[in-house]
Nanobody, 116 residues
């Protein structure tokens, strides 16, 4: 099993920054990549960013140039640095692991609210 715990959400004004963290535990060896997703009120969950085991990153067009994703292997933690936040970034942000074992790990989510 893989367990994921997000933290770092909160309330921020438009133009501000937040850093989300996702701590992984359990079968860490099975993780090939880590994603961030988000779900805004009344909308479907959407993919935001990914970082692979090899360090390759990719981002949704809506956050390119504003968000970065990184990891600390010693802490088994992935970070999502969010800058120049907009009200439309308001959502519950979820961490997800792409794993080689037959499970589909998701974190519990952390709420980000951006006020205008």
């Amino acid at each position: 099993q893989v367990q994921l715990v997000e933290s770092g959400g909160g309330l921020v004004q438009a133009g501000g920054s937040l850093r989300l963290s996702c701590a992984a535990s359990g079968s860490i060896f099975s993780i090939n990549a880590m994603d961030w997703y988000r779900q805004a009120p009344g909308k479907q969950r959407e993919w935001v960013a990914v970082i692979t085991r090899g360090g390759t990153t990719d981002f949704a067009d809506s956050v390119k140039g504003r968000f970065t994703i990184s990891r600390d292997n010693a802490k088994n933690t992935v970070y999502l640095q969010m800058n120049s936040l907009k009200p439309e970034d308001t959502a519950v942000y979820y961490c997800h692991a792409r794993v080689t074992i037959p499970v589909d790990p998701w974190g519990q989510g952390t709420l980000v609210t951006v006020s205008s």
